[in-house]
């Protein structure tokens, strides 16, 4: 069975300050898929990147980067110089590839403030 | 284009009555997915439809929830006798089938159960 864990559950920072938010996942499967995904207050999930267990390198898009590390099943999202609009719950989610299983497993979610 | 939509946004219902919520995929997208949010917490997997292929249902809590796809189109997930801990927020989402599918979602139906 798959596992994604989100340990914090709550996050609050002050604008422009830089923020982690940790996800790790387990499975059994060599060949799967990692998410994030956005929760802001209006409730819509907004996809934010796919990362694919072979492809361990960094990404970065604009403000937001991520952190694959399969030594430590870790896929770990960071905003640097984060904005009030940052503010959401964020999920991580994990889909295995093998059988016929193609829905998510999502972590329980970070909920993060950002302060003015 | 268009995004995954949902009706209603909000269904309020008494214990012991049935709901229907409706899921209106991304055009082109085969697969159909529903999960439930429960307050404060992750989603949970319910149904996946794929096609035509028979539906995954490994996911539905009980014998109270079907759900239903017309082809490749609208899905309706029912759940009959509802109880109080049904209430929470459903949501569909829609992908590709073809490589990668990223699922993307609808913005959900709020279900109160009183």
């Known amino acids: 069975a798959q596992k994604v864990t989100q340990a914090q559950t709550e996050i609050s920072v002050v604008e422009k300050e830089d923020v982690t938010l940790d996800c790790v996942y387990e499975?059994?499967?060599?060949?799967?898929?990692l998410f994030w995904y956005k929760q802001p207050p209006s409730g819509e999930l907004v996809f934010l990147i796919r990362?694919?267990?072979?492809?361990?390198q960094n990404e970065i898009s604009g403000r937001y980067s991520w952190n694959f590390q399969k030594s430590t099943s870790s896929f770990n999202f960071t905003i640097t110089a984060s904005q009030v609009v940052d503010s959401a719950v964020y999920f991580c989610a994990l889909r295995i590839t093998s059988g016929s299983a193609r829905q998510l497993t999502f972590g329980s979610g970070t909920q993060l403030t950002v302060l003015p | 284009g268009a995004g995954v939509s949902q009706s209603p946004s909000n269904k309020v219902t008494e214990k012991g009555k049935d709901v229907e919520l409706r899921c209106d995929p991304i055009s082109g997208h085969t697969a159909l997915y529903w999960y439930r949010q429960r307050l404060g917490q992750g989603l949970e997997f319910l149904i996946y439809?794929?096609?035509?292929?028979?539906?995954?249902k490994s996911g539905l809590p009980s014998d109270r929830f079907s759900a239903e796809r017309t082809g490749e189109s609208v899905s309706t997930l029912t759940i009959q006798r509802t109880q109080q801990e049904d209430s929470a927020v459903y949501l569909c989402?829609?992908?590709?089938?073809?490589?990668?599918?990223?699922?993307?979602f609808g913005p959900g139906t709020r279900l109160t159960v009183l």
């Open positions: 499975t059994r499967d060599t060949t799967y898929y």
């Open positions: 439809f794929q096609g035509n292929s028979a539906p995954d």
């Open positions: 990362r694919n267990s072979f492809d361990e």
């Open positions: 989402a829609s992908s590709h089938t073809l490589g990668v599918d990223t699922q993307y």
